[in-house]
């Protein structure tokens, strides 16, 4: 993969989904969800890292969330994109984040 002209020793292989076998409708959209979610490994860790108190436990924001921050939901932006541009997608979801923080839309579901 490169990234910002930048070549990268990671694997695209090596990426894990945290989706069932079944969610990709093959293994070219499988490969592009991966792209994606390496393009956005920053905005991933920082949403594990983001811990919330949730009632006596603390939890990310992925945890606490799913259906907001999960592969599910990268995969949801990447099908939208009608030629699945992991580069396109994940630029939609970081505007999505974006929109988020400044909102404050996780506090309404607390």
């Avoid at 930048?6 to 093959?26: F, H």
């Avoid at 991933?44 to 599910?72: C, K, N, W």
Wanted: aromatic share 10%; proline share 3%; hydrophobic share 35%.
């Amino acid at each position: 993969l490169q990234q910002d002209g930048m070549k990268s020793t990671v694997d695209i292989d090596e990426i894990d989904l945290d989706v069932p076998d079944w969610a990709c409708v093959d293994g070219a959209e499988e490969q592009k969800l991966k792209e994606m979610k390496f393009l956005l490994r920053y905005e991933m860790q920082q949403l594990d890292e983001a811990i919330t108190l949730h009632g006596d436990r603390s939890l990310s924001l992925r945890e606490l969330y799913p259906d907001v921050y999960s592969d599910f939901r990268l995969l949801r932006f990447l099908r939208k994109d009608g030629n699945q541009n992991p580069r396109s997608a994940a630029q939609r979801y970081r505007s999505f984040l974006e929109w988020r923080e400044k909102t404050n839309a996780d506090a309404i579901r607390q």
